[in-house]
Structures are given as structure tokens and as C-alpha cells.
């Protein structure tokens, strides 16, 4: 399947059809910019967030000077805030240009709910910590 097929059965959001065209290229096709870019949005938009991850960061380290290289690290940072990994989606914002999309919104999005999930680690170390004591005095 020609790059310009592939290409339109992405923009046709038929995700499932565009990703096993994708396998099927040899793998120098398969690091097209536009190609390596749909695969990673085909696997969003399909929840398979740890495979965009692998993909979006492959992007990033295949193509680091070309355009895209922050839509995908934007990407992979949303799919690790799909699986509630805070702490990583926030690493790689930062490596995102700063007036890119809504990048500083998800920052502080991260920031917060880093905080949040610290203060739950706490009671619940808090708990474990009160529990083991009323078990030894028993």
C-alpha cells in the first residue's frame, strides 16, 4: 500500500485499517515522518496508550529536528495521563516547546494531580503505619 493511501485511510479515522497497513511496510517505510506520526494517532485514538507511547518517542528520537517532533512528545504525554502516570507526562511536556497547544495548562494539570497523588501515598502509608501498630498491640 502506497504512503499517500495509507495516509488517506488515516485521515478517513478508519484507525484499525491504517495500523495493519502500517505492519505491513518494510521497515524504512514504516519511519516515514507523516506515517510514524498517523500510527502513534491511530493508536490514541484507539486507546492502545502504551504502544502510542513507544511509538510517539520513537518519532521523537528518529525525526528530533523535524516538524512533529513536539506533537509527539505532546502525545505520548497525553497518553501517559490516560494511564494516570503524572510524574512522566509532565517530563516530557517540559520538553515541549512552550507556546505549543495547551502544554502549560497540562503542566499545572500534572503538577496538581502529582500532588494529590503524593497526599494519598501519605494516608495511605499513614494507615499501613497505624494498622501494623494496632496489630503488634493485639
Do not use: W
Not at 478517513?12 to 510514524?36: C, P, Q, T, V
Not at 506520526?37 to 521523537?60: K, N, P, Q
Not at 525525526?63 to 503524572?86: Q, T
Amino acid at each position: 500500500m502506497t504512503k499517500k493511501a495509507l495516509l488517506k485511510i488515516a485521515a478517513a479515522d478508519r484507525h484499525a485499517d491504517f495500523i495493519n497497513g502500517y505492519e505491513a511496510l518494510n521497515k524504512s517505510d514504516r519511519l516515514d515522518r507523516d506515517l510514524m506520526m498517523a500510527h502513534g494517532d491511530a493508536l490514541y485514538e484507539l486507546e492502545r496508550d502504551v504502544e502510542c507511547i513507544s511509538v510517539y518517542l520513537d518519532f521523537a528520537l528518529v525525526h528530533p529536528n523535524e516538524r512533529g517532533k513536539d506533537f509527539a512528545l505532546y502525545g505520548a504525554a497525553m497518553a501517559f495521563k490516560n494511564i494516570g502516570l503524572y510524574a512522566e507526562s509532565l517530563f516530557l511536556l517540559t520538553l515541549v516547546k512552550p507556546d505549543h497547544g495547551e502544554r502549560n495548562e497540562e503542566i499545572s494539570h500534572s503538577e496538581r494531580k502529582i500532588e494529590v497523588q503524593r497526599q494519598a501515598v501519605d494516608s495511605l502509608s499513614n494507615f499501613k503505619s497505624k494498622l501494623l501498630a494496632l496489630q503488634t498491640t493485639i
